[in-house]
């Protein structure tokens, strides 16, 4: 049974929020770990819906090192007042 945007989606933020300090995660990092997990369920291009669904809905943002990779959004200092 394929697998849904929202499934994929799910599964991307919950492995970004886990190598959030640790790593940072490329797209195509993301798009290879989820071929892995579900096989033959996903495709590079349900992947690439997943994560527009992810910047689009702000649960990650693109940033640029070097290299563009997923993260979660940062808070400002001001904004944990």
């Known amino acids: 049974m394929a697998k849904t945007v929202d499934e994929v989606a799910d599964a991307m933020y919950t492995m970004v929020k886990d190598a959030q300090g640790m790593k940072k995660l490329k797209p ?3 798009t290879k770990a989820m071929i892995e997990m579900y096989g033959d369920e996903v495709d590079k291009k349900l992947c690439k819906e997943a994560i ?4 689009n809905s702000g649960r990650c943002v693109y940033t640029y090192f ?14 944990n007042d």
């Open 28 to 30: 195509m990092d993301l």
């Open 52 to 55: 527009k669904q992810l910047v």
């Open 66 to 79: 070097g290299g563009s990779f997923l993260e979660l959004p940062h808070r400002e200092g001001a904004a």
